[in-house]
């Protein structure tokens, strides 16, 4: 498999983009990312490259609106 280089124009492009992949996680699932999230984390779920993606888009995503937080806050 192939990596896959995507750039955004902006923190908030890039947090639009993974917040949909999310979604279509989470509609495929069933299950809310935070919820996927702590269950891959404490290891109740397997190594399968969907859940790989899934968690790394989920750290992304946290990484982002963090960043995105900060900056809002500094202009306010």
Avoid: P
């Avoid at 999310?22 to 290891?43: R, T």
């Amino acid at each position: 498999m192939r990596k896959q280089t995507i750039q955004y124009t902006s923190s908030l492009d890039a947090l639009i983009a993974v917040a949909k992949r999310l979604s279509v996680y989470e509609n495929q699932h069933k299950m809310d990312s935070e919820d996927f999230y702590n269950q891959y984390n404490q290891g109740t779920l397997s190594d399968h490259i969907i859940f790989i993606e899934w968690a790394n888009d989920y750290l992304h995503y946290l990484a982002l609106r963090q960043e995105l937080e900060q900056i809002l806050n500094h202009a306010a």
